[in-house]
DNA sequence: CTGAAAGCGCTTACAG
DNA sequence: CTGAAAGCGCTTACAG
């Protein structure tokens, strides 16, 4: 490996004037930079951002703290973002916290992340969360009073659905939650289907929801699960809203193993427009927003955050909008 | 930050000794260690990964090189690979290769990873394989004598399926790849097509086989666009084979547009056996492979070649087996 | 504007 | 067995 010293012997200038015509810092006679440039191209010289990350303090990672991989609603996220990381020279990692995770968490922290963001559903150590403060690590998606937290706004297209299920005559509307009794209710999408759903006059029995209670399920399965207690406690059931797109995937495939149909059965939405969801058959109704952007914007604030420390914590707010496909339509009993 | 040495202040030893109880290299009087372990413990001692990499000059980074994120074939044997290298003490960041990629080969030289697996379908340039080879980095998928080469054994699974096409008195097949016309022909997959289409009695018309000519086009696109000009070519195709799931996915979108039913009126076959395929309506059909198993071994053969160069590059080959599900049927014409 | 030098936080021969 | 010190490849005040 040829290093900086090389170069600047081949140059016939000190290392700190390469350095200088590298990061364009300071002014340097151009003559020297010729010489320089010239040397790096023959030496075919390559910087250790490693070292200079120790010189500097600052590593230009971001870290992704995930449960797992398989989720293409992350996976877009997370492509917006390392797409905007990688224009501003930062690299972005994911870590899988499926298991073992006490040793994952050291292991974060000993690559003194500038950036961490938590994809997780289930709360993560305090002492982790500490550590990663003691380092000014820029957090996303911890306590707010010391995160980003990003916060899809899911309220127009959920009430607009609801409105549209009202008006094709269903009343027997289910809520498959991907997570927990507690936490669905703080979720937007739960908050405003429990809400509101008397005010469209639907049936507003505790049975028409169920939520997770095994964390180690993927969407899909807890799709399949959720589904198959509603379809054996409430076979009434006309339409079913989904927490996300792959519990929609799970539900169409309890609903279809069932011998039903959907959409003339049963109306099933999802949410997150996850690309595979217009595939589908039928194609998936969907609650939508631009997640390669939603992803960009969080490295945006990430970065600003990282460059200048003064910049605040706030919230990032998603709006969303109704994709409208074939998985739902009229009420069967309205026919 | 607390570093090393105040870690040695407080023990009342040297740094190298801290290093010693740290990384169980050197045998330490356990007296000592006693009080190494209560000064971490009691400053919340957290070793700077970096800075060891640099003096080690290894940095337990694998990269992977990848066309997008949003691919769960990928994703499925990353997240395999990941949990493998995790537990080795490895961190692994995919890089995405989809614009802006001069800038890309820099930044991943510049991190001096350990090892970078290729998951593109394009060629990498030259002089960027040569710096990475000069910089030791372990390759996998590049060319066969400077790095791992792996390799996905179709056959038996491809013969298989072709005979049950076969007995289900299927003759007009088709074929949709979504890698171009000559790669399609080197893979395994597309080559027993090809060579053994005549043996099952299918008929052998050019016309039957489709190449994708896109490279920014994602999978499920290349398979909705390729049967869309499949059927307007030829309408009396009654099975598709498609090189991959996606695709498949996509195939069966475009099946349902034209108004034509799956496996009614045609049967399709994927390829990978993602997650969602069993959720699909018709379920499909695929060639299974254990896609986490196979990114842990090439992990492993990764690591043991980081660790010890000596040990050879070779080829990393994985059998599948036929998953059969609802998406083939016999032919129509037979019934 | 440029060079010499200290420093980033580790590892690792080398003496003792 | 342990400590002092050089070294990993950079950056960055600080003189000049």
Redesign the interface.
């Known amino acids: 490996?040829v290093t900086r010293a090389e170069v600047a012997c081949r140059a016939g200038v000190s290392v700190g004037t390469v350095s200088n015509v590298i990061n364009k810092k300071a002014f340097v006679k151009p003559e020297y930079v010729q010489k320089v440039k010239k040397a790096i191209e023959e030496l075919?010289y390559?910087?250790?951002?490693?070292?200079k990350?120790?010189a500097r303090r600052r590593?230009n990672h971001i870290g992704i703290a995930l449960f797992?991989?398989?989720n293409?609603y992350h996976?877009?996220v997370?492509?917006g973002l390392?797409?905007y990381a990688?224009?501003h020279?930062y690299?972005?990692?994911?870590?899988?916290l499926?298991?073992?995770t006490d040793?994952?968490y050291?292991?974060i922290?000993?690559?003194?992340l500038d950036a961490l963001v938590n994809f997780m559903t289930n709360d993560l150590p305090r002492n982790f969360i500490e550590?990663l403060k003691?380092?000014q690590t820029v957090l996303v998606n911890f306590n707010p009073q010391d995160s980003f937290v990003v916060m899809n706004d899911y309220s127009q297209s959920m009430l607009e659905c609801m409105r549209l299920l009202h008006d094709y005559g269903h009343t027997k509307v289910a809520y498959l939650s991907s997570i927990d009794d507690m936490r669905y209710k703080a979720d937007k999408r739960g908050e405003i289907f429990l809400t509101k759903r008397a005010e469209f006059g639907f049936d507003c029995s505790d049975d028409l929801v169920f939520c997770n209670d095994d964390y180690m399920l993927?969407s899909?399965e807890i799709g399949?699960k959720l589904c198959g207690r509603l379809l054996s406690r409430r076979s009434d059931v006309t339409a079913i809203f989904c927490m996300n797109d792959?519990v929609a995937?799970?539900a169409?495939?309890k609903i279809?193993e069932a011998g039903l149909s959907c959409p003339s059965d049963i109306s099933v939405v999802g949410c997150d427009d996850i690309?595979?969801g217009?595939?589908?058959?039928p194609?998936l109704t969907t609650m939508s927003f631009d997640k390669m952007k939603h992803g960009a914007n969080i490295a945006k604030k990430i970065i600003e955050k990282i460059e200048n420390t003064e910049s605040p914590y706030e919230r990032i707010i998603v709006g969303s909008e109704l994709r409208l496909r074939g998985s739902i339509t009229k009420c069967r009993y309205e026919r």
Request: with cysteine; charged share 25%.
């Open positions: 490996m075919n390559v910087p250790d951002f490693n070292a990350s120790l590593n797992e991989m398989t293409p996976a877009e997370i492509q390392e797409k990688a224009e020279d690299i972005v990692t994911t870590f899988l499926d298991n073992n040793k994952k050291e292991v922290c000993e690559r003194r550590t003691s380092q993927h899909e399949y792959l995937f799970g169409m495939r279809n690309a595979l217009a595939y589908f058959n194609p």
